[in-house]
């Protein structure tokens, strides 16, 4: 599986962004995904995940209430809205794909990453 993230940008407090992240292969359906962020300086972070069939997600203490994830298995595709941004959801957002949710904050848990989009919230 291949996974390419897009939808990062530069937005102000408060605002809003949706990033995408399109899978490449048929078994796109059978993976949890989870997307991740990581700061300058800073390690990666489990920010939320979804199970398969999309019917069990996971979210950061941090982005609970702000982010939701989804998932389109007909398109290959997972999302993330995230919303009420802040400045501090400033980062480097990766999505990534997993066999289950058993370990999803775990980095390592995941056997497929994407390259990583920039989200930048000014103040």
């Known amino acids: 599986v291949q996974l390419q993230a897009s939808g990062g940008g530069l937005v102000q407090a408060g605002g809003s962004l949706r990033l995408s992240c399109a899978a490449s292969g048929r078994t796109f359906s059978r993976y949890a995904m989870g997307w991740f962020r990581q700061a300058p300086g800073k390690e990666r972070e489990f920010v939320s995940a979804i199970s398969w069939s999309g019917g069990s997600t996971r979210y950061a203490d941090s982005v609970k209430g702000r982010f939701t994830i989804s998932r389109d298995n007909a398109k290959n595709t997972v999302y993330l809205q995230m919303n009420s941004l802040k400045p501090e959801d400033t980062a480097v957002y990766y999505c990534?794909?997993?066999?289950?949710?058993?370990?999803?904050?775990?980095?390592?848990?995941?056997?497929?990453w994407g390259q990583g989009t920039q989200v930048t919230v000014s103040s």
């Open positions: 990534a794909g997993a066999g289950d949710l058993s370990e999803y904050g775990t980095p390592r848990h995941y056997d497929y």
